[in-house]
């Protein structure tokens, strides 16, 4: 595995750091080295929300994100702020609802935040999205997100968190999306 670093971004409240800590926790599991960092504005419910991942089979020698190359998008805001200062980005998965993508790199819409809501949980769109990236780039294999899901949530939200999780992983499936290993 070549080094992966992923920038999920969003709005306080999204659960990004959660989804960074279990991306991170569910690579350990896989015997890959792993970072996780994550950033917040004052306000931090609605106000523009981030969180870092590094992965890698060799050791990370610096553990924040240089230049991703794969953007997970929850709102407008968020691209707006990431398209001007991530300008060699490889893969944006974005909330087609939510943000107005503009063309010019390999991007994945998907209705996030919706198909969450769907499921009664509105809170687990970034685990919904790790589904999605699990599908799309095969990263971690999906029992190791499950297990750090497990280690992550207390019990009573276990249940609708890997209801999000699941059905991320069931909608890219649908849709006869090949898995891309190679982050360049």
């Known amino acids: 595995m070549k080094e992966w670093q992923i920038l999920l971004s969003g709005s306080g409240g999204q659960g990004l750091g959660l989804a960074g800590r279990i991306l991170a926790t569910a690579s350990l599991h896989e015997g890959l080295n792993a970072t996780q960092s994550q950033s917040y504005g004052a306000r931090a419910r609605g106000g523009y929300s981030e969180s870092g991942v590094v992965l890698s ?99 009573t939200l276990l249940k609708p968190n890997l209801s999000c999780f699941r059905k991320g992983l069931e909608v890219v499936k649908c849709q006869g999306l090949t898995p891309i290993n190679d982050p360049a």
């Open 57 to 155: 089979s060799r050791k990370i020698i610096f553990p924040l994100i240089e230049q991703p190359n794969l953007l997970l998008v929850l709102t407008d805001k968020a691209y707006q702020k990431n398209l001007n200062s991530q300008t060699n980005l490889v893969h944006v998965v974005f909330d087609s609802d939510n943000v107005a993508m503009s063309s010019g790199q390999k991007i994945y819409g998907f209705p996030l935040a919706r198909w969450a809501g769907e499921l009664g949980n509105e809170k687990g769109v970034a685990i919904l999205s790790l589904g999605v990236i699990t599908t799309l780039f095969g990263l971690v294999k999906s029992e190791n997100i499950e297990k750090a899901i497990a280690e992550n949530l207390a019990p």
